[in-house]
């Protein structure tokens, strides 16, 4: 089965909100994480990473949030644009495996 | 440019007729995978490689076949093509998967290709 799922299959946000998307995982020995966007017609692309001895890392208008305890990584976008419309993946490198994917829609 | 080359973008076909999806990766990587793309199911990895020569299955091998013979391709292989297996398919590559040296992290992140849309009719 899968290791890492992401909560809700699709988030709808308001342009200029902020936007939360969930990702469980069940391996404790996960050490790493990957936060991948998928453009429409593109492949997915890395945004950022995680270590397991961090608890947050910052990119330019995204955050990862990594929960050890209860095994949950978020990934927090500033000011949703209209660019950040995609699906987004976590996945855990232990395995390559990667969850269903969130699809975030931006409105003008 | 660093990337991951795929070819075809898109075919059709019909049924048993054998195909080739062709990927190469310029940035001497070591790992490559490939992986479908079906609605409601996220990727789902196919097969990959860790080395030449080396290749092991996926989630979802049946019906495919791989070869990993040099370092830069690797080939999927449909030999006998159904209609089940119209999808999306992404090949990937990544330095070293799995490596906990110095600056392992970096060593695990996947460089997709733009994916190749397969219909088998």
């Known amino acids: 089965g899968e290791s890492v799922g992401l909560h809700l299959p699709t988030l709808s946000v308001q342009e200029g909100d902020n936007s939360i998307i969930n990702c469980a995982y069940s391996?404790?020995?996960?050490?790493?994480f990957i936060w991948y966007k998928q453009e429409s017609g593109k492949g997915p692309q890395f945004i950022i990473d995680i270590r397991s001895n961090m608890d947050k890392r910052q990119g330019q208008r995204v955050t990862v949030l990594l929960n050890k305890t209860v095994k949950h990584l978020s990934l927090q976008i500033a000011a949703t644009q209209p660019g950040d419309s995609a699906v987004y993946f976590c996945?855990?490198?232990?395995?390559?495996?990667f969850g269903a994917g969130t699809r975030l829609t931006v409105k003008p | 440019e660093a990337q991951v080359t795929q070819n075809p973008r898109y075919l059709i076909t019909v049924t048993g007729k054998k195909l080739t999806v062709t990927c190469s990766q310029n940035m001497n990587h070591e790992y490559m995978s490939w992986y479908r793309q079906d609605p409601g199911l996220g990727l789902r990895q196919i097969y990959y490689?860790?080395?030449?020569?080396?290749?092991d299955k996926g989630d979802v091998p049946e019906g495919y076949k791989v070869s990993r013979k040099e370092k830069r391709n690797f080939p999927l292989i449909l030999e006998s093509p159904s209609p089940n297996q119209t999808s999306l398919y992404f090949c990937?590559?990544?330095?070293?998967?799995?490596?906990?040296?110095?600056?392992?992290?970096?060593?695990?992140?996947?460089?997709f290709g733009a994916g190749s849309r397969l219909t088998v009719l």
């Open positions: 490689s860790m080395n030449v020569e080396v290749t």
């Open positions: 990937a590559s990544s330095l070293r998967p799995g490596d906990r040296g110095r600056g392992w992290a970096g060593a695990n992140v996947l460089t």
């Open positions: 391996n404790s020995a996960s050490d790493y």
């Open positions: 996945a855990a490198p232990n395995d390559m495996r």
